[in-house]
């Protein structure tokens, strides 16, 4: 219990919530829209007022990953990681618009802050020709996307690097709506695994997502960073908080292929093209899908009612976060709550339906397992919870936490 207290601290401290207590406390009073229980929020189609249509927006961005890109883009002097940068913005929107089954007719939008004195206009190129050649990968993919503009807007005084955001837009039938609300007790949850390399990807993925990348970033990385690129975080925060661990970019990553720097930069996966195959070919047997992005492996409490979510044979856990919590001596708890810790996606569907699931994503170079199953829920105020059992341990969890 005193791990937790402490790695939660220095969370809070760099100004960080894996919860975001206070933004739901927030958003929970708006108007929920069309669907209360999908994953993003649905409203009437405003844009064309049709009744039988409805419209989704959506955004979210690279977060502190693309500072992680700048270290390297220093360092290195090579400015193509921000392609890689780009793909996290874009992905970050789109996979969440996939748990509401939204796989055609999307438009995104994309907005670079920077600092343009450390953010040269080579890096912003790389950036701006990777946004362009991923979606070009997704509608080769049979994904219909495209891009809509953005906006580059020089902020010096606001940021001393790059932040990367996007935002997509849609207009889709209402009755396309894939709605969590049909997530209920009996069902199968089939997780695809964050790891390896999918048929449509270039190279091997580190699983890492862009989520939890500020304490890794301070965690991981040594005091090199912290004396040369004062730029890249708060001066305000106490030194035993900034770049406090063992490792440079270069080093390699323990039990893995992978160096540090490549594992925290892999660009965070696409599971659109297997949503858009598991929907086209069993979408009666799909209940629900949940982006196991903010909140790790505990995002499904907000979805269902009634039901006790177990997940008991969880993927094992890849070596950059087994990594990430030895340095950092984060618990067990609280690195569920983080990271997605080997599966950053998960399908909930009829038990019949698992195994053609699994054959389908697989035949995508993803693997995938029945990682748990739901259950009513055993509260009596009939709130939703989690059980996450990991050999003998057992971990607890609720939206009261």
Do not use: W
């Amino acid at each position: 219990m005193v791990e937790t207290s402490l790695t939660e601290d220095r969370y809070g401290q760099r100004g960080v919530s894996s919860s975001k207590e206070e933004v739901h406390a927030v958003v929970d009073k708006l108007d929920p829209g069309l669907f209360p229980r999908a994953f993003c929020k649905v409203t009437e189609d405003y844009l064309t007022g049709d009744p039988h249509s409805c419209c989704v927006i959506h955004s979210d961005g690279a977060g502190t990953k693309s500072i992680l890109g700048y270290l390297h883009y220093r360092e290195s002097g090579d400015p193509s990681v921000f392609r890689g940068i780009a793909q996290d913005s874009i992905v970050m929107n789109i996979d969440d618009l996939a748990c509401i089954g939204l796989t055609d007719g999307i438009v995104v939008s994309s907005t670079v802050n920077r600092n343009a004195g450390n953010f040269p206009g080579e890096a912003l190129a790389s950036l701006i020709e990777g946004t362009e050649e991923f979606l070009q990968k997704l509608r080769d993919l049979g994904i219909g996307i495209i891009g809509g503009g953005g906006e580059t807007a020089d902020v010096g005084d606001l940021t001393g690097t790059v932040a990367v955001d996007s935002c997509a837009v849609s207009i889709l039938p209402r009755d396309q709506i894939l709605d969590n609300a049909g997530i209920r007790p009996g069902l199968a949850i089939v997780g695809f695994s964050s790891t390896g390399q999918a048929t449509y990807e270039d190279s091997e993925n580190s699983g890492i997502g862009s989520n939890g990348l500020t304490s890794a970033r301070h965690e991981m990385l040594s005091t090199h960073y912290r004396e040369n690129y004062p730029e890249t975080f708060d001066a305000n925060l106490p030194r035993d908080l900034l770049y406090c661990g063992p490792y440079r970019m270069s080093d390699p990553l323990p039990n893995s292929a992978f160096t540090v720097g490549e594992s925290l930069l892999s660009p965070t996966r696409t599971y659109l093209p297997l949503v858009k195959t598991l929907l086209d070919e069993l979408r009666p047997s799909i209940l629900g899908f949940v982006h196991c992005s903010g909140g790790g492996q505990t995002k499904c409490l907000r979805f269902g009612s009634g039901v006790k979510h177990v997940k008991d044979d969880l993927f094992p856990i890849p070596p950059l976060f087994r990594e990430i919590q030895r340095v950092s001596g984060t618990s067990d708890h609280e690195m569920h709550k983080v990271y997605n810790l080997g599966h950053r996606f998960e399908a909930y569907c009829d038990p019949s339906a698992a195994e053609e699931v699994m054959k389908i994503s697989g035949n995508l170079g993803i693997e995938a397992k029945v990682v748990g199953h739901t259950e009513p829920t055993e509260r009596e105020d009939g709130a939703n919870h989690l059980l996450i059992r990991r050999g003998e341990t057992e971990l607890l969890y609720s939206l009261d936490d």
